[in-house]
């Protein structure tokens, strides 16, 4: 039966090829002008079966790319399969059909290599990669690769991308199973309607088909939001199924996604660990209040454990003993949550595992249900009837903040066995993540001399704890200058200082002298100089016509910056530009100068508001920088007396 199936799909497939093939690349050329290549087929057929009580799946996936010009060769000829423990792959064909007169040459693949996938961030984890190279990838040659997947788990079952990095002309998902099995699927990204979705029922079994076409490539961009936020893509998921004559429940509610997760807790911590205990009993050793505990602890867990993510198989679902990680001193983030519930528990503080996704996941729990909602675990504590939520993995995260990356996302709090919480985590307020720079400025025979002192505090002042703490030595000068950088590129950093005054509020300051040659102008008596040594918006204008996906900020912000200018002696303030301000719910803007006589002070301050600029408000955006811009031109004028 199986081989029937696949002998079906083989035709369907080569008949579409043959159709494709049959078009010339001019053709295809003029449906995507400009392009290099075009992806013209993005096939996967997936099938659900029962195999002893459990669903599992097959998929086989079809990917064909044609080349519309020889710069293609050499961008395109490396190509990547990846896999891991719960979605096998086997059956790799990959060859080039090559222009030859009036048919095509099959040039095969020779070398079809198998190894590690490494992973930012990642020590160690189960995903592989074959890797291999399509030959002969002339102008008019399409390389065709075809794979079969074996899905072990189907709480696990990956979404369906339409798009890819180069033009679609043709994507296809189709998926079938047993008609007793309720399945439903969500679309995301969608909102011309492009995706088609057919729905058929066949005897025992049902299948949903969902085709999309000429699809233009995913554009990528500096500071954007993961490709789950933009590119049209559809969730395919089992809500329950029939096993046994007895109705199953799958991943149909919040309720079973929990049921799922707390089942890799089991036995997690259940046997009280006399070390543990006297070591939370030091550590809150003499605290005022349940606040106090929880910080003492945590930030014992930041400065003494070392986080090393090692996954592989369940190990990237199940914590271990909080008892080892203490002892072995270094663990993943489900064994920092681990060891952080352990400690604060033993401390009498209300503390459970949480699972939650980072902002790279645009899922919600409520709207998906699902295992890809998540890819993180931290440990959440209620005090005084408040969630704080503790992310171990950052060691400079400051106690009371979430780490940035998982600011406005949903946690599921694990209360026991059974119950559990959805809970909002807050994003941090701009007036909690201040830079506030205060520079002297004084004019010189060559530019302008001048010191400053640079206070960093919240995520800016973890983000500098973060960058220090990893710097060479003799990288360090480079990342001041970088961070003090005035006026113009012939900014010369001369002495500096880094302090840290209260190291556990993650506060950071910056203090340096420096010269800046040529800036400003004398003109006969009078000097013009620029007091927006800084500017913030520059260059920061957003090209509608090309940027489609959102501008993304780390965290909201407070940055306000002081120029204080000494005025030369025999001079005076001839132009003193005016205040300017604006407001919008993106952020607030204001400059400020003020004359006190021998000196003259420029204010600048910037409040963001927004994690995500989405592109409906690009116009706005757009419209606030030429405002600022425009103010950036201003110039103080001095004329001799």
């Not at 003029?30 to 097959?58: C, H, S, W, Y």
């Not at 369906?160 to 679309?187: C, G, L, R």
């Not at 840290?500 to 000097?527: C, I, M, R, W």
Request: charged share 20%; aromatic share 12%; hydrophobic share 35%.
């Amino acid at each position: 039966m199986k081989f029937a199936r696949f002998t079906l799909l083989f035709f369907v497939l080569s008949c579409t090829h043959a159709t494709i093939i049959a078009q010339s690349t001019g053709e295809v050329s003029g449906l995507f002008p400009g392009e290099l290549a075009v992806m013209t087929r993005n096939i996967r057929e997936t099938k659900i079966i029962i195999n002893d009580g459990e669903p599992v799946a097959t998929s086989e996936n079809v990917i064909e790319m044609m080349m519309l010009d020889d710069r293609a060769n050499g961008l395109y000829n490396k190509f990547f399969i990846y896999h891991g423990n719960f979605d096998q792959v086997s059956d790799i064909e990959a060859y080039t059909n090559v222009p030859d007169g009036n048919r095509f040459r099959k040039v095969g693949v020779t070398d079809i290599r198998t190894e590690n996938s490494v992973s930012q961030g990642i020590f160690y984890d189960d995903v592989k990669q074959s890797v291999f190279h399509f030959p002969a990838l002339v102008k008019g040659a399409v390389a065709h690769v075809s794979h079969r997947q074996f899905h072990k788990d189907l709480h696990l079952l990956s979404p369906f991308y339409f798009t890819s990095h180069m033009p679609v002309m043709e994507s296809v998902y189709s998926i079938s199973f047993p008609a007793d099995m309720e399945v439903k699927y969500i679309i995301r990204n969608d909102p011309e309607g492009k995706i088609q979705v057919t729905e058929d029922k066949k005897g025992r079994q049902r299948s949903f088909r969902f085709t999309a076409g000429n699809l233009r490539s995913a554009d990528r961009y500096s500071n954007s939001p993961a490709r789950a936020y933009y590119e049209p893509h559809v969730i395919v998921y089992i809500a329950s199924y029939n096993s046994g004559g007895n109705r199953l429940p799958f991943l149909g509610s919040v309720d079973d996604l929990y049921r799922w997760n707390s089942s890799f807790l089991t036995g997690i911590n259940e046997v009280p660990s006399p070390e543990l205990q006297r070591l939370a009993d030091s550590l809150v050793y003499g605290a005022a209040s349940q606040m106090d505990k929880a910080r003492n602890i945590y930030r014992w867990v930041q400065q003494q454990i070392k986080y090393v993510a090692f996954e592989e198989g369940l190990e990237g679902f199940i914590p271990r003993q909080a008892a080892d990680v203490c002892r072995k001193k270094y663990g993943d983030c489900k064994d920092m949550s681990s060891l952080l519930t352990a400690l604060m528990k033993a401390a009498g503080l209300d503390a459970h595992f949480t699972w939650i996704g980072t902002r790279d996941i645009p899922y919600d729990y409520s709207e998906v249900h699902l295992p890809i909602t998540d890819n993180h675990m931290i440990s959440a504590v209620r005090i005084n009837g408040e969630w704080l939520f503790l992310d171990g993995t950052d060691p400079n995260c400051e106690f009371g903040f979430p780490t940035s990356g998982i600011q406005g996302k949903q946690a599921l709090i694990g209360i026991d066995p059974q119950h559990y919480e959805v809970v909002r985590v807050p994003i941090v307020d701009a007036e909690r993540n201040v830079t506030i720079d205060s520079t002297f400025i004084s004019i010189s025979g060559t530019g302008i001399t001048g010191h400053t002192t640079a206070y960093y505090k919240g995520y800016f002042g973890n983000d500098m704890f973060n960058s220090l703490q990893y710097s060479e030595a003799r990288d360090v000068k480079e990342f001041v200058k970088s961070k003090l950088n005035k006026g113009s590129n012939k900014y010369i950093l001369e002495d500096y200082a880094i302090s840290h005054p209260q190291p556990g509020n993650k506060l950071v300051t910056l203090s340096a002298s420096f010269q800046v040659p040529g800036y400003g102008k004398k003109v006969g008596d009078e000097y013009y100089i620029n007091l927006h040594l800084d500017r913030f918006l520059a260059d920061a204008e957003i090209d509608t016509a090309k940027r489609k996906v959102a501008l993304v900020n780390d965290y909201r912000y407070s940055v306000t910056r002081y120029i204080t200018l000494e005025i030369p002696e025999g001079y005076a303030v001839e132009y003193l530009p005016g205040n300017f301000s604006f407001a919008n719910e993106l952020f607030d803007f204001t400059i400020e100068y003020h004359n006190e006589g021998k000196k003259v002070v420029a204010i600048q301050q910037m409040k963001s508001h927004a994690l995500q600029v989405q592109p409906r408000d690009f116009v706005k955006w757009n419209t606030a920088v030429k405002a600022v811009t425009q103010q950036y031109k201003e110039q103080l004028v001095l004329q001799k007396k």
